[in-house]
């Protein structure tokens, strides 16, 4: 019951934020210049002033902004976000074709970033100042300087071009038609290289922290206390130090996950994957605001969620910590 | 009760030697200033060497490095010469690394000060905003605005300033909230000191090395989120930017990788370097790490 | 070897310090025997190397910057410095165990107080999972532990300081050591709850036979514990014997001078104020915390932190407010000098109400009532030099730059510093020096009233004498009065005229400080007393001979 109660008060506190930054874009999108109307004229090739202005107003753009905004609003709260002129579909039904791409790539990817990049972080800080050390923290600064697109194209021309191990892009064999367990292996073949490519700089991240963190929890007063135990350095890593210098890891599995979002932008238009980053890069060249605004809505949503299920994480590992 | 020896050397000019001593000691972070260094050089460079028109063609398209003295790290498919894309982009990177994150560190200090030194209803509204912007992807957030704004050089700083200022926020807020609590802060204010001088004369001095230390990481972000940008063909063309030739140079990825290579690692260098900028500079300035 | 070998035996034990350091040794050819059922006291100032001879024994120095370099530690007869590490993780824990100071750090966050007394058995016996609950049990139900078959699954933050304190004791005697290592096991604690641990580390100690080498700085713990004494200066031992013989007759210069800095529990002679006017009154003050939440999270309980109180203070006078942590009693201060705000009540500075002042009322009354902090770091900008932290005070109310600093560099004087330090910054000092450039700078706007929160508490006993004796004098040359916040009531004897004793935010009794202390009327007030550690012992008046 009191968990009830906590995640439902969770659900109440996001709906300001959301608010806000809905209302924000919306504003931000109508100061842009032209509007959904000028990009569909533009895509007929011209149409007479009086035909834009009736389609003016059966898209109800002839109105105040705040009656728009209203409007969109009171919509919104539905989960109506509008027609996509581009997909010629309802934005809903846009987005939720490509959610699940892009949270197969999120989920790998967070996966590999977070399990290598504390396991490497605490080996290196386990062996701090040493060959060891130097050569992991060595890589780790490399990958974090290493820009997603860069590293994409890398691989692109090893691994397809000169080694021909890995698709180019896309999400399947097209023509393939595999079925079963052939189909999800030609999936997570599509996926190895986007997610390396989007993983790598986080992996860099956690280990940098992991390590920092593993060198300060190792000179708290309980680990000496654990030592004059007579605890070996096995045990105090595992029972006394892994634990406690993961939870300021953990705090930033949430914030990353936003920053991890807009990295599928580039990582899924190289490689061509179906997913809301593609989708947002190319509403923005083809100013489908409709779908814009649908894409920042529904990432915030998961970002909140996932924010939310990191606190309960975090809580489950910080006995100090209790919900309320 | 004996005094400090006052015949020690005046202690600002020990200061910077400390400074120096300290930051010495990393070698990484030394080389991380070798590195700027040589950015800065090229960067320099670009207004000597020619042709000072990085985006004229120079030679026969598609020359690989180190075949003429005239192309020394080739030309692309248009025939434009690398190495001076390299050194023109060195400009752009630098003028966004540094301006942008000015812009995103101011920001982020007025709202965290404010925040974390008034605390109650203030810090509430401050951080109510400062989740939102960080709920939104700041990438997506960062495209839809210089499609709104237009990619001119100066609205894609202006922009990358706007997206990145929540977690230097977040850092200053920390600070101030910490040092608002210590004794000192209670000296002043019983001394009768108003908020302003507070803030700005006693609390800001002693937050800033955290933010300085930070601010090395902005501006790597800065790089890569310009870099991304180009690459995706939102720059502002009329400037040679990394990031731009590697996304030109995808369409010859195939047959001549060089193109997006080379100013590919120009990126990681200088990113790179400035990682380890803040990374010596975390030593000097806070020394509680170790020891 | 005699009949009975020592359990502990340290000779010429040398340990290094990292170049750079204020002396190469930590410690000089330190030799020192704990034998069998012996609890023997290692007494030195902050820097003096005490604790790293507990580390030395134990073999948890901070290597490889500090190391021993010579000399031999013996334990039952058995030479450590030649035993592999792994031989040295059997007998930590196991024949030899160690109490910390900060029972709030000391204990592992995220495991259970069952789970880490479990620990030692588990790594030093082979019993099973049953035998091993019903050991731990039993270590908790004899460090008297309220509830132990609860106290099992809760977490070191859900119980208090001195339980955390009893759970650290029964992890260290869970495998009936021979020797146990107590370094300032008590020094975090209340004063009440310090002669509670004393008396149970005394109590286990005999039952058990162990042992015991009990660093401490403190005489009064060292007088309440003690069989026998060792003195330590800068890593060099100068005095070694019985308890009785340290504490009563030493003979080293050092230790007199110590012995001298303690203060004594007699008060002095009553002084009358009956005539002098009142410069600062409180009348029923009132303050409470609540616990702040946001907007939809649930709220907490409010805490009264200072709850009906009221009292006069009046020129040259000098009124302590003394209590345990949580009584308030920092509240009190910081509500009278108005840096917080107070709920209710009233409080009058030379008349004026200074509660409802408006801003610029509040900023003139200030220069009026000055304070002076606890920690003597933290309450100077580390960023400015003492010549302007000390003017800051004048230049905000209206002296000319330079004339301020010509008159800081005269306070300087007055608190015993050489003007010379006015350039320098604050981290060039010591903490006693520090404390003086405070004094000076809330003498600087020359007030009536000096609110003291804790003025020696993070000082040394030789440097706190020093500054209690800077106080007292300032306050009969200026006129002063002060109201002086402290937790110990050894440093309240020697400076206050009256006291008010603080419990729960409320004064459950105040009075001239020889009568409170003479007879004290409040029950809680005698338990408070009855705690001093060191009570029965007078410090002998060794000043004369003293260096």
């Given at each position: 019951m009191p968990f009830l109660i906590y995640a439902l008060r969770r659900a109440l506190q996001a709906v300001p934020v959301i608010l806000m930054i809905m209302v924000g874009a919306f504003l931000l999108l109508k100061l842009?210049?032209?509007d959904t109307v000028d990009a569909l004229v533009g895509d007929m090739g011209g149409a007479d002033a009086q035909f834009i202005a009736r389609l003016r107003a059966e898209y109800g753009l002839d109105q105040p902004v705040w009656v728009q905004l209203w409007r969109y609003l009171a919509k919104m709260a539905q989960f109506d976000f509008g027609w996509s002129y581009v997909y010629e579909q309802p934005v809903s039904v846009v987005l939720l074709d490509r959610l699940g791409v892009t949270l197969m790539l999120m989920c790998a990817s967070l996966f590999f970033a977070f399990t290598i990049g504390v396991a490497l972080g605490a080996i290196a800080a386990r062996r701090a100042y040493s060959v060891t050390d130097n050569v992991i923290s060595t890589l780790g600064l490399v990958f974090y300087a290493t820009p997603s697109f860069f590293l994409s194209l890398m691989m692109i021309v090893v691994f397809?071009?000169?080694?021909?191990?890995?698709?180019?892009?896309?999400i399947r064999t097209i023509a393939a038609f595999y079925t079963g367990w052939d189909h999800v292996l030609d999936v997570a073949r599509h996926l190895v290289m986007p997610t390396a490519a989007l993983s790598l700089i986080y992996l860099a991240f956690y280990l940098r922290l992991m390590r920092a963190s593993v060198l300060e929890v190792a000179e708290l007063d309980f680990v000496r206390t654990a030592r004059a135990k007579g605890a070996g350095e096995g045990r105090l890593m595992f029972h006394h130090i892994m634990r406690n210098a993961l939870l300021p890891v953990v705090t930033l599995l949430g914030l990353q996950f936003s920053t991890l979002l807009g990295g599928s932008v580039v990582v899924e238009t190289i490689f061509s994957l179906p997913g809301l980053g593609q989708l947002a890069y190319q509403s923005v060249i083809q100013r489908d605001m409709n779908t814009l605004m649908g894409i920042i809505f529904l990432s915030s949503v998961v970002v909140i969620v996932v924010n939310f299920l990191t606190d309960l994480l975090y809580a489950r590992l910080d006995s100090r910590i209790e919900l309320s | 009760m004996s005094l400090a020896d006052p015949t020690d050397l005046p202690p600002e000019e020990r200061r910077w030697r400390v400074f120096w001593r300290r930051y010495r000691r990393n070698r990484a972070a030394v080389l991380g200033l070798i590195l700027l260094g040589a950015v800065v050089l090229l960067a320099l460079l670009a207004g000597i060497y020619?042709?000072?028109?990085?985006?004229r063609r120079a030679g026969e398209p598609l020359t690989w490095p180190f075949q003429t003295w005239q192309t020394p790290l080739g030309t692309d498919q248009l025939g434009r010469d690398i190495l001076a894309g390299i050194l023109h982009g060195a400009r752009i990177s630098l003028l966004i690394g540094v301006v942008a994150t000015v812009i995103s560190i101011a920001i982020g200090v007025v709202i965290g000060a404010l925040a974390g030194y008034f605390g109650g209803w203030v810090d509430d509204v401050l951080m109510r905003i400062t989740e939102a912007f960080q709920t939104v992807p700041s990438f997506v957030l960062l495209l839809a605005l210089v499609a709104i704004l237009g990619s001119s050089i100066e609205n894609i700083v202006l922009a990358i300033g706007i997206v990145s200022w929540t977690a230097p926020a977040r850092l200053a807020r920390a600070e101030f909230m910490s040092l608002r609590k210590r004794e000192f802060i209670d000296a002043v204010r019983n001394l009768g000191v108003g908020d302003a001088a507070i803030i700005f004369r006693e609390i800001l001095p002693n937050a800033l090395p955290p933010v300085v230390v930070y601010a090395s990481v902005i501006m790597a972000l800065a790089i890569l989120l310009e870099s991304a940008l180009a690459f995706l063909?939102?720059?502002?063309?009329?400037y040679a930017s990394w990031g731009n030739m590697i996304g030109q140079g995808r369409a010859v990825l195939r047959t001549a990788w060089y193109v997006c290579a080379i100013p590919g690692i120009a990126i990681v260098l200088t990113v790179l370097s400035f990682s380890l900028l803040g990374e010596g500079l975390n030593e000097v300035l806070n020394p509680r790490q170790k020891k | 070897m005699t009949a009975e070998t020592p359990v502990l035996q340290i000779e010429d034990l040398r340990v290094a310090l990292p170049?750079?350091?204020?002396?190469?040794?930590?410690?000089?050819r330190l030799s020192l025997e704990v034998k069998r059922g012996e609890i023997v006291c290692l007494v030195g100032e902050s820097g003096s190397g005490k604790s790293l001879a507990a580390g030395a024994v134990m073999r948890l120095l901070p290597e490889p910057a500090v190391r021993m370099t010579g000399g031999r530690i013996l334990l039952e007869g058995q030479?450590?410095?030649?035993?592999p590490e792994r031989e040295m993780r059997r007998l930590r824990g196991n024949r030899m165990a160690m109490v910390f100071q900060e029972p709030m750090t000391a204990l592992?966050?995220?495991?259970?107080v069952g789970w880490q007394i479990d620990e030692v058995l588990k790594l030093h016996t082979d019993l099973g999972r049953k035998a091993r609950a019903e050991r731990t049990l039993r270590m908790l139900e004899q460090v008297h532990i309220p509830d132990p078959r609860s106290a099992i699954h809760a977490?070191?933050?859900?119980?208090?300081g001195g339980q955390r304190q009893r759970v650290m004791i029964a992890m260290a005697l869970a495998m009936d050591p021979r020797l146990i290592i107590a370094d300032e096991?008590?020094?975090?604690?209340?004063v009440t709850t310090q002669l509670q641990i004393l008396r149970l580390i005394r109590e286990l100690q005999e039952g058990h036979g162990s042992g015991v080498l009990f660093i401490t700085h403190d005489f009064g713990v060292v007088a309440e514990i003690a069989d026998r004494v060792a003195v330590l200066r800068r890593g060099e031992l100068v005095e070694q014997g019985t308890a009785d013989e340290v504490l009563?007759?030493?003979?080293?210069p050092y230790t007199r001078a110590l012995i001298a800095a303690v203060p004594g529990l007699t008060p002095p002679a009553p002084r009358s104020f009956a005539d002098a006017p009142v410069v600062l009154r409180a009348d029923r003050m009132l303050k409470t915390f609540k616990a702040r939440g946001g907007l939809l999270s649930g709220r907490r309980e409010a805490v009264a932190?200072?709850?009906?109180v009221s009292f006069d203070l009046r020129r040259g006078e000098t009124l302590g407010i003394v209590g345990e942590s949580g009584s308030g009693k920092t509240t009190v201060s910081r509500c009278v000098t108005r840096l917080l705000d107070a709920d209710g009540g009233r409080v009058e500075l030379d008349g004026r109400d200074?509660?409802?002042?408006s801003g610029r009322e509040l900023r003139a009354m200030r220069s009026k009532i000055q304070m002076v902090f606890q920690d003597p770091m933290a309450s100077?900008?580390?960023?400015?030099r003492v010549v302007d932290l000390i003017a800051q005070g004048p230049i905000v109310h209206g002296t000319p730059p330079r004339e301020a600093r010509d008159q800081a560099r005269e306070l300087l004087r007055l608190v015993e510093?050489?003007?010379?330090?006015?350039?320098?910054?604050?981290?060039?000092?010591s903490g006693g020096q520090r404390q003086r450039i405070g004094i000076a700078r809330a003498l600087a706007l020359e007030p009536k009233v000096i609110v003291a929160d804790?003025?020696?508490?993070?000082?040394?006993v030789s440097v706190q004498a020093q500054v209690l004796r800077l106080l007292a004098d300032l306050r009969e040359r200026l006129d002063l009065s002060l109201l002086f916040v402290t937790h110990d009531l050894r440093v309240a004897a020697q400076l206050c005229d009256r006291v008010a004793v603080m419990e729960k935010g409320r004064v459950v009794e105040m009075g001239v400080t020889a009568d409170v202390f003479a007879e004290p009327q409040h029950e809680y007030t005698r338990k408070l007393l009855s705690s001093i550690?060191?009570?029965?012992?007078t410090p002998p008046d060794v000043r004369d001979n003293a260096a």
């Open positions: 842009a210049p032209g397809s071009v000169k080694l021909g191990w890995l698709p180019v892009g896309g | 020619e042709p000072v028109d990085p985006l063909g939102l720059g502002d063309p009329n | 170049e750079g350091s204020d002396r190469p040794l930590a410690l000089d030479d450590l410095a030649g035993l592992n966050p995220q495991k259970t977490y070191p933050h859900q119980v208090s096991p008590t020094t975090a604690l209340d009563n007759r030493p003979r080293h932190a200072v709850d009906d200074i509660l409802n002042a100077l900008n580390p960023r400015k510093l050489s003007p010379a330090a006015a350039e320098r910054y604050p981290h060039e000092f804790e003025p020696v508490s993070a000082l040394d550690p060191g009570r029965d012992w």
